[in-house]
Antibody
Framework: EVQLLESGGGLVQPGGSLRLSCVASGFTFSSYAMSWVRQAPGKGLEWVSG????????YYADSVKGRFTISRDNSKNTLYLQMNSLRVEDTAVYYC?????????????????WGQGTMVIVSS | QSVLTQPPSASGTPGQRVTISCSGS????????ENWYQQLPGTAPKLLIY???QRPSGVPDRFSGSKSGTSASLAISGLQSEDEADYYC???????????FGGGTKLTVL
């Protein structure tokens, strides 16, 4: 079964850091670009960051550029999101999502598999 | 303010046909494939329609997508109570060089 399982969320003070992980199973992880998408409480979906299948290309929303770092370890089938200098407005459920295409390159908005999400709360 | 514009709400009675619109521009819907996601209460989003009008395996043919110019629509026929959910459109944006989502439409089955 194709599956994504996130972890690493929690409560952190403004200015703090968290590292999210997303373990993939049931597919050839390195063949697919991956993304992080977040959803603030009661709000819509917001793309946060994306990475190519090889990990050689990374992309960020302006709202997180310079603070968040996406990476992947294809030997461990794991996607990461290092979040630094966290702000109250970063409070959200963070989902990892798999690209539909097996091209490995990044450049679409078609996410066929989503994890269950991990909650990040930034509050003092 | 979302790059793609959706109505915040829609409603219908069981058996009816409802449509949800998504308006964009030449840098996103006008050039790239449109996708639709369904998010049931308390769950992760699910891919419902991709490449404007394709359904992933397991998605009932009651759901259909269409596109014209810089706008797209999701149609749901034979509305059922379990269709009550939030629906999001999404497309690649060539100006932002990123995926963009609509603000979401909450569908209520009366």
């Amino acid at each position: 079964e194709v599956q994504l399982l996130e972890s690493g969320g929690g409560l952190v003070q403004p200015g703090g850091s968290l590292r999210l992980s997303c373990v993939a199973s049931g597919f050839t992880f390195s063949s697919y670009a991956m993304s992080w998408v977040r959803q603030a409480p009661g709000k819509g979906l917001e793309w946060v960051s994306g990475i190519s299948g090889s990990g050689g290309a990374t992309y960020y929303a302006d709202s997180v550029k310079g603070r968040f770092t996406i990476s992947r370890d294809n030997s461990k089938n794991t996607l990461y999101l290092q979040m630094n200098s966290l702000r109250v407005e970063d409070t959200a459920v963070y989902y990892c999502a798999k690209d539909l295409s097996a091209s490995g390159s990044y450049g679409g908005a078609t996410f066929d598999i989503w994890g269950q999400g991990t909650m990040v709360i930034v509050s003092s | 303010q979302s790059v793609l514009t959706q109505p915040p709400s829609a409603s219908g009675t069981p058996g009816q046909r409802v449509t949800i619109s998504c308006s964009g521009s030449s840098s996103n819907i006008g050039t790239y494939n449109e996708n639709w996601y369904q998010q049931l209460p308390g769950t992760a989003p699910k891919l419902l329609i991709y490449s404007d009008n394709q359904r992933p395996s397991g998605v009932p043919d009651r759901f259909s997508g269409s596109k014209s110019g810089t706008s797209a629509s999701l149609a749901i026929s034979g509305l059922q109570s379990e269709d009550e959910a939030d629906y999001y459109c999404a497309a690649w944006d060539d100006t932002l060089k990123s995926p963009v989502f609509g603000g979401g439409t909450k569908l209520t089955v009366l």
